[in-house]
């Protein structure tokens, strides 16, 4: 379980998404469906078609490692 800081909103949009989409694909939703900025360190839940399956994006503040 991954504690998740006090004020944090958890943003659940409305109807279904590809669940084939990476998570560069769904911050980019974020933005230009919710108006949202992805890096704002709350939580964007998106949910398949069946509901069975969720993806999560979540900013937590560190830079990401580069892959060399």
């Given at each position: 379980?991954?504690?998740?800081?006090?004020?944090?909103k958890?943003?659940?949009?409305?109807?279904?998404?590809?669940?084939?989409?990476?998570?560069?694909?769904?911050?980019?939703?974020?933005?230009?469906?919710?108006?949202?900025?992805?890096?704002?360190?709350?939580?964007?839940?998106f949910?398949?078609?069946?509901?069975?399956?969720?993806?999560?994006?979540?900013?937590?503040?560190?830079?990401?490692?580069s892959?060399?």
């Amino acid at each position: 379980m991954i504690p998740v800081p006090s004020g944090v909103k958890v943003w659940l949009p409305t109807g279904y998404t590809d669940m084939r989409k990476g998570f560069p694909g769904l911050a980019l939703m974020v933005q230009e469906t919710l108006k949202r900025d992805p890096h704002s360190g709350h939580l964007f839940c998106f949910c398949g078609r069946r509901g069975g399956l969720i993806k999560v994006i979540w900013h937590d503040g560190h830079p990401r490692p580069s892959h060399r």
